[in-house]
């Protein structure tokens, strides 16, 4: 199960952290992602991170903006959001895939096999 919390409403330039928290699953048997969704447009990738934090890979908009991370002993992965704009305004959701693929495979949703229910990020102008 995953649980994806930290979310809310913040003016354009702001910070957020996002935090997804992993229970009853092997934390350290997946890599984990970040996606979201905005009204009426499908679902995107963020970021995403090995098993170790060894391999990281970024969406072309979240590059030098955002900084995804984990923490294997709480079982937590972690978004850091700066420079915020109203373009990110969305439903944002972590997700864990199992091992086994390059990094960059993990920028569609079809290697991940949990999802959390997703937190609501609010840019305003």
């Known amino acids: 199960q995953l649980q994806a919390y930290g979310g809310g409403t913040v003016q354009a330039g702001g910070s957020l952290r996002l935090s997804c928290a992993a229970s009853g699953l092997r934390f350290t048997s997946y890599v984990m992602g970040w996606f979201r969704q905005a009204p009426g447009k499908e679902r995107e990738f963020v970021a995403t991170i090995n098993w170790n934090g060894g391999s990281i890979y970024y969406a072309e908009s979240s590059k030098g903006r955002f900084t995804i991370s984990r923490d294997n002993v709480k079982n937590t992965a972690y978004l850091q959001m700066t420079s915020l704009k109203p373009e990110d305004t969305a439903a944002y959701y972590c997700?864990?895939?199992?091992?086994?693929?390059?990094?960059?495979?993990?920028?569609?949703?079809?290697?991940?096999?949990?999802w959390g229910q997703g937190t609501l990020v609010t840019v305003s102008s």
């Open positions: 997700a864990a895939g199992g091992q086994g693929y390059h990094i960059t495979k993990y920028s569609v949703v079809d290697p991940y096999d949990y």
